[in-house]
């Protein structure tokens, strides 16, 4: 009798074409048995469809948003346990095994840290590969492992707010459930190459921004201080802190510029 905890694994996409192979291979190759793997398609006009259908238990095309996204997915799930996961990231073998023993300890989510990918080497993305490396084991960090009946019972995820995670682990903590911790990673296999990108993706964030503010005043504004890092780790390669501080100059006149001039929440 089979007595291990059926996983089922939500991939979001959007024309993921440069990525989904590895990251879907990743998934399946993971030591962990009892699992699904649901790739939900934001309707992408490149091959990232015909890949999904390659790769996964199940593929459906379903919007508007990363939210809804995977909203949908989860409804369609079948397991107990919930891994959301992006379509640029992989994964250490025995995340899904250590996530799941960790959750028999009686937690009731995961949280595990996500660092930049070895082979993202431009300037840029070793400053962010650093920065990821500040943010190991502080408040930064949510939840992406979880029970599926902690998920319905905090009512999904809130549609309005586009870092669904940091939303999901504030509720999480409001309502007193537990987070455990695993010491398998996550890796970003990409970065923004230049300062235009920055820019461009943080005033994409800072549409969505106000709603999560007013949701999460005192979290949302502790989250936003540009101090938040352990900075102590840019001593280690001094010749990082004039791009980190160029860098977070961009990030944050994008993201206040999306706030005061964006959107107020995701159609």
Same mark, same amino acid.
């Given at each position: 009798?089979?007595?291990?905890?059926?996983?089922?694994?939500?991939?979001?996409?959007?024309?993921?074409?440069?990525?989904?192979?590895?990251?879907?291979?990743?998934?399946?190759?993971?030591?962990?048995?009892?699992?699904?793997?649901?790739?939900?398609?934001?309707?992408?006009?490149?091959?990232?469809? +015909?890949?999904?259908?390659?790769?996964?238990?199940?593929?459906?095309?379903?919007?508007?948003?990363?939210?809804?996204?995977?909203?949908?997915?989860?409804?369609?799930?079948?397991?107990?346990?919930?891994?959301?996961?992006?379509?640029?990231?992989?994964?250490?073998?025995?995340?899904?095994?250590?996530?799941?023993?960790?959750?028999?300890?009686?937690?009731?989510?995961?949280?595990?840290?996500?660092?930049?990918?070895?082979?993202?080497?431009?300037?840029?993305?070793?400053?962010?590969?650093?920065?990821?490396?500040?943010?190991?084991?502080?408040?930064?960090?949510?939840?992406?492992?979880?029970?599926?009946?902690?998920?319905?019972?905090?009512?999904?995820?809130?549609?309005?707010?586009?870092?669904?995670?940091?939303?999901?682990?504030?509720?999480?903590?409001?309502? +007193?459930?537990?987070?455990?911790?695993?010491?398998?990673?996550?890796?970003?296999?990409?970065?923004?190459?230049?300062?235009?990108?920055?820019?461009?993706?943080?005033?994409?964030?800072?549409?969505?921004?106000?709603?999560?503010?007013?949701?999460?005043?005192?979290?949302?504004?502790?989250?936003?201080?540009? +101090?938040?890092?352990?900075?102590?780790?840019?001593?280690?390669?001094?010749?990082?802190?004039?791009?980190?501080?160029?860098?977070?100059?961009?990030?944050?006149?994008?993201?206040?510029?999306?706030?005061?001039?964006?959107?107020?929440? +995701?159609?």
């Amino acid at each position: 009798m089979n007595l291990m905890p059926f996983v089922s694994i939500i991939v979001p996409t959007y024309n993921s074409e440069e990525f989904l192979d590895r990251v879907l291979i990743n998934l399946i190759e993971q030591n962990y048995s009892f699992k699904e793997i649901i790739v939900i398609d934001n309707f992408s006009t490149d091959n990232t469809p +015909a890949i999904g259908r390659r790769w996964a238990t199940k593929f459906y095309q379903a919007g508007s948003e990363r939210v809804a996204q995977a909203n949908f997915g989860i409804r369609k799930a079948y397991g107990d346990l919930i891994y959301l996961t992006g379509s640029d990231m992989l994964r250490d073998i025995d995340y899904v095994t250590k996530a799941v023993k960790e959750i028999q300890k009686g937690y009731d989510a995961i949280y595990a840290s996500v660092l930049t990918d070895w082979r993202v080497d431009h300037y840029l993305g070793r400053v962010k590969a650093m920065e990821r490396k500040s943010y190991i084991g502080t408040f930064i960090e949510s939840a992406r492992f979880f029970k599926k009946s902690v998920w319905e019972s905090l009512g999904g995820f809130d549609e309005s707010i586009i870092g669904m995670e940091e939303d999901f682990q504030h509720k999480l903590d409001r309502n +007193a459930y537990k987070t455990g911790r695993i010491s398998a990673r996550e890796y970003h296999l990409h970065e923004e190459k230049n300062l235009k990108q920055v820019f461009k993706k943080s005033y994409y964030y800072g549409k969505f921004m106000r709603n999560y503010l007013l949701k999460h005043k005192k979290r949302g504004w502790k989250q936003l201080n540009p +101090a938040r890092p352990n900075l102590h780790f840019f001593l280690k390669e001094p010749f990082l802190i004039p791009g980190f501080i160029v860098y977070k100059i961009t990030q944050y006149l994008g993201g206040i510029l999306g706030l005061l001039f964006g959107r107020k929440y +995701a159609r």
